[in-house]
């Protein structure tokens, strides 16, 4: 009786020792698929950078953007760096560079630190109010225009309708300014040697 008793429990003690072998293979497998999985998932964080307010839907997909985003960003930067005053101009500056395409930020950083100098030795503020976009999606280009106000000291010394146009590449989840630049309103697109970055001549 002991003997049957003694085989009965080796036996189910082999049997428990091999259900849990079992449960203990099949949690490995599943570890090492989890860890295959994560390696050859693509982490990598993208992020669409967008203004702080937004007025009006609009939407992303990939590396194409409907119209509404690209008004909108433009729409915020130009507010950065066109309502300033002789101290803010500088923190608007450094927050406007931040978009700017590593292959335009030097040439755009000089010609806004001239603007900065100029707002501050002479006292100046400036405001702009946009009225309306041309657009261009496929090409990311986007010309804002608007009432460009200069006020000297506490005096409005212009009201004038000015133009400029942006254009953008998009690279690495994000936004990048290609070109700022200041054009005529009647041809706003077209190239020419007259127009200026934006920054040289803002606060004239």
Do not use: C
């Not at 429990?9 to 295959?36: D, P």
């Not at 109010?129 to 280009?141: A, E, H, L, M, N």
């Amino acid at each position: 009786m002991k003997r049957k008793h003694y085989e009965s429990e080796t036996i189910a003690a082999r049997y428990r020792e091999s259900r849990w072998r079992t449960v203990a293979l099949g949690m490995m497998a599943a570890n090492l698929l989890l860890a295959a999985t994560v390696a050859g998932t693509d982490t990598t964080e993208k992020i669409v950078i967008v203004p702080p307010v937004i007025e009006r839907p609009f939407w992303v997909k990939g590396a194409e953007m409907s119209r509404e985003y690209l008004e909108e960003m433009s729409r915020y930067l130009a507010g950065l760096v066109l309502n300033v005053t002789p101290k803010s101009v500088e923190s608007g500056i450094d927050i406007f560079l931040r978009y700017v395409a590593p292959a335009s930020y030097g040439q755009i950083r000089a010609r806004m630190t001239a603007q900065a100098d100029r707002l501050r030795r002479d006292d100046v503020s400036t405001a702009f109010y946009p009225v309306s976009y041309q657009t261009r999606p496929k090409k990311r280009q986007v010309v804002i225009t608007g009432d460009f106000v200069t006020v000297v000291g506490k005096q409005i010394v212009s009201k004038v309708r000015r133009s400029w146009r942006f254009a953008y590449t998009y690279t690495g989840g994000r936004l990048w300014i290609a070109e700022f630049l200041e054009v005529k309103s009647e041809d706003p697109f077209a190239e020419s040697d007259q127009h200026t970055a934006a920054g040289a001549s803002v606060s004239s």
